[in-house]
Structure formats: C-alpha cells, structure tokens
C-alpha cells in the first residue's frame, strides 16, 4: 500500500488531467486515515476538524469520496481502489458496487 504504485487505471474519453489529481490525492487520504475517504470526510466534517487540523494540506489530500481501501485478512490494507468522475458520493458508491459485485457480497456488508 505504501508504495503508491498504479497497478490498473482506466481512463474513459471523458477523463481529465484533473480527475488524475483527485484520485491521486484520495488515496493519499485512504493510505493515512486507513478507511475510504468518504468515512473520513464524514467523521472530519462531524468533529468539525479539517485536513490542517490533521497536518494534511489540500495539495496532497481531498475530503471527499471515491477512495476506498483493500483490506486483506490478517494482512491489513494492502491496496486502494479509486475513482474520479461523478460527484463523489457516487464515486464511492460505484466503487461499493463493483466491489460487491466482484465479491458476490451485499454492498452494504462492504460499508
């Protein structure tokens, strides 16, 4: 996980340099909060705290959704999946349901 390295991405004809940028700062959210960063923007935005509070600036993170961690039994996080293109709290949900798809889970068992 550490790495950062891109072991897939996809980029549809509508893709934007942009959408590169947000998904590069979303993992860089999932790699140092350990959850997606969704989670993370809703429990920042409830304590009322922000990414400075954190010592994380916005030109490498973003609070917002499509950042979603791998995480492997008895291996921890090893990975992340992320999207950017649809407003992200859709982002977040295709993610849940390509995963639960991929898995023959329930989406919400991913939640």
Not at 22 to 28: E, V
Not at 48 to 71: K, M, T, W
Not at 82 to 103: K, M, N, Q, R, W
């Amino acid at each position: 996980m550490n790495s950062g390295l891109t072991l897939f991405q996809s980029i549809p004809n509508e893709v934007r340099l942009s959408n590169q940028e947000w998904m590069y700062r979303k993992f860089n959210l999932v790699r140092c909060m350990e959850r997606s960063s969704l989670m993370s923007t809703w429990i920042l935005e409830e304590q009322g705290q922000s990414l400075a509070d954190h010592g994380l600036n916005d030109a490498e993170y973003v609070l917002c959704g499509g950042g979603f961690p791998i995480r492997l039994k008895n291996a921890g996080i090893i990975g992340a999946v992320t999207v950017s293109a649809l407003p992200h709290e859709e982002d977040h949900a295709f993610i849940v349901e390509c995963l639960a798809g991929y898995l023959n889970a329930d989406a919400d068992s991913l939640l």
